[in-house]
């Protein structure tokens, strides 16, 4: 039993009937209001040139952000709102973010580009757009009271301005604890000219934490510890993997928003960082490495020429960050019988030890500082603190034997079908089981494997 606790413990307490309730409430939380069009579906083929030499930019389980031309300004139309959505098959949450994708949709530019975007806040709350990096005008710079007054609750805020620089660079809500509900997308300024050496494939990514209860589906924005780790809004093993054929040049970017910075790391290949939230880093400059450090509020770039076969890891090594739904109800503490949380009832498997979920004192004990009052004092313990009995056998023990000190800790759970698409085709079977959180595949193929997901995914655009 213990192979299905660890990575998406919400399962164990009836995620189905979460699933069908928050069904309902979400037709009556959504207005139905015309939504700005997006380029779905999510696993269609890449456009796959802006110009020659520079490839659109992938944004895995992100779609891009639709434009139209008006007297020579590319015009968008972005509508900040309420996005409910799913970091993993069943484990729905309530985000905030843009046009109906959490992250925003991707912007893709070029430099020169003269810009419009007309935002319109359907929060129940002001808002407005800051442009992560771009040397523009003070009044579009999207400062809620200093460069602009606050875009009410229905209203519209038009931003335009000419895009001087190129890079990775991201919009996003000023307002902290919006930031922290998702209000984040890539904006991609590609340069007039490509970079040498050029890249076949360029993938942009958004990294994001979340403190989310379970059985709940409104993350906590105020805790300072998150049990679900997000890449482009999915939860490993949900998030796509990024395939690319070998020998080809790849550019990864990266952006950060959230409250730790986290140690991105590539297996079996050696990238190079490229560029910086601030654009392109110089040639002489590229720095060798197989972890880059992205920072909050950072952009990184690296690049890798794709000449190692495999299906290799590219993850946040945070050993935390590596996990779904961490909490204190998971291995050792849960299974601890001097901790006070015992499993059984949910209430007090969930650590609700008396009174309301969100009371100061019962503080409810999902990992340290999840819930609200977090730091009142509480039993968590991460070792046992008396004598253990049969729970903590090691599986298929049934006497009375010594403990294996430590045990348990890490348990794996394989969901491989839940999360079929065409990029995980041809995975070695159980592949699952070892993405967890802030974790994705960067598959480099042979041509063959190649063209046969790209048959898949074109199949699987046709149909949605
Ligand atoms: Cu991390």
Redesign the pocket.
């Known amino acids: 039993m213990n192979v299905n606790r660890r990575g998406f413990l919400g399962g164990a307490f009836g995620l189905a009937s979460v699933a069908a309730a928050v069904t309902t409430d979400a037709q009556q939380a959504r207005p139905e209001r015309e939504r700005p069009a997006t380029t779905r579906p999510l696993s269609g083929p890449p456009e796959r040139f802006i110009q020659p030499g520079i490839p659109g930019v992938e944004s895995p389980d992100v779609p891009k952000m639709p434009w139209r031309m008006e007297g020579g300004v590319k015009v968008f139309e972005i509508a900040a709102e309420l996005v409910r959505t799913e970091f993993l098959p069943g484990r729905i949450v309530d985000t905030w973010g843009f046009n109906g994708s959490m992250p925003g949709p991707t912007i893709e530019v070029v430099e020169g580009d003269r810009v419009r975007f007309i935002v319109e806040n359907r929060l129940p709350e002001p808002f407005a757009m800051h442009w992560h990096g771009l040397e523009i005008p003070i009044e579009m710079d999207g400062m809620p009271g200093i460069s602009q007054d606050p875009i009410a609750p229905g209203g519209t805020f038009t931003y335009e301005f000419t895009l001087r620089q190129n890079g990775t660079f991201f919009y996003h809500s000023h307002m902290a604890m919006q930031e922290m509900m998702g209000m984040i997308g890539l904006f991609i300024i590609h340069p007039k000219a490509s970079y040498a050496p050029r890249v076949d494939r360029d993938f942009g990514l958004v990294f994001q934490e979340w403190a989310i209860l379970p059985n709940n589906t409104i993350p906590n924005t105020l805790a300072m510890e998150f049990n679900w780790?997000t890449i482009n809004g999915k939860a490993g093993p949900a998030t796509t993997p990024m395939v690319v054929q070998l020998v080809e040049r790849v550019r990864i970017r990266m952006v950060n928003l959230g409250m730790?910075h986290?140690p991105i790391h590539l297996h079996g290949n050696t990238f190079y960082v490229t560029g910086s939230e601030a654009g392109r880093i110089k040639t002489t400059a590229h720095e060798p490495a197989n972890t880059v450090l992205l920072g909050v509020a950072q952009a990184r770039d690296v690049e890798f020429d794709a000449v190692n076969e495999g299906d290799w890891m590219f993850h946040?090594h945070?050993p935390h960050?590596m996990m779904n739904q961490m909490a204190s109800m998971v291995g050792p503490i849960m299974m601890s019988h001097a901790s006070g949380m015992t499993p059984g009832a949910m209430q007090t498997g969930m650590g609700i030890v008396g009174g309301r979920a969100l009371n100061e004192s019962s503080g409810p004990a999902f990992g340290r500082t999840i819930g609200v009052g977090a730091e009142a004092e509480r039993p968590v313990s991460n070792t046992p603190l008396a004598s253990q009995q049969r729970t903590f056998l090691a599986p298929g023990r049934t006497d009375e034997a010594p403990l294996f000190p430590g045990f348990p800790q890490d348990m794996l759970m394989v969901m491989d079908d839940a999360v079929a698409k065409p990029e995980t085709y041809g995975l070695k079977p159980g592949w699952s089981g070892g993405m967890m959180g802030?974790m994705t595949l960067v598959r480099v193929v042979k041509p063959e494997l190649f063209a046969k997901i790209r048959e898949l995914r074109a199949e699987a655009a046709k149909k949605a």
């Open positions: 780790l730790d986290h946040c945070l960050h802030m």
